[in-house]
């Protein structure tokens, strides 16, 4: 079973919003960061935002600061991404992550477990 399982996306237009789901099931957020990665074809992966359950401290990169929201429902073991002013760029398969006692920084190392994400696409 897969822990992680990602959904919300599809195709929206310039400027619109998505909100992405992750389910956690199997284990506790409290010790965890839940990261969203992103990748387009031909690009590397990318984090696009990060919570870490047991401080709450989070991180987005420049390109969609003020832009994306993490957040948590804690009932559900549910991540969030809500995403907003999209943009063609944003476009690729998103990608939910766990990790352990990981620190919030964008990068996909020291994380444990991947979703098999779910794709946007930002177009007109």
């Known amino acids: 079973q897969v822990p992680l399982v990602e959904s919300g996306g599809g195709l929206v237009q310039p400027g619109g919003s998505l909100r992405l789901s992750c389910a956690v099931s199997?284990?506790?957020?409290?010790?965890?960061?839940i990261g969203w990665f992103r990748q387009a074809p031909g690009k590397e992966r990318e984090g696009v935002s990060c919570?870490?359950?047991?401080?709450?401290?989070?991180y987005y990169p420049d390109s969609v600061k003020g832009r994306f929201t993490i957040s948590r429902d804690g009932a559900k073991d549910t991540v969030y991404l809500q995403m907003n002013s999209l943009k063609p760029e944003d476009s690729a398969v998103y990608y939910c992550a766990a990790g352990e006692g990981t620190y919030c920084t964008g990068s996909p190392y020291g994380m444990d477990y991947w979703g098999k994400g779910t794709l946007v696409t930002v177009s007109s």
């Open positions: 919570i870490r359950i047991s401080d709450g401290s989070t």
């Open positions: 199997g284990f506790t957020l409290d010790n965890y960061a």
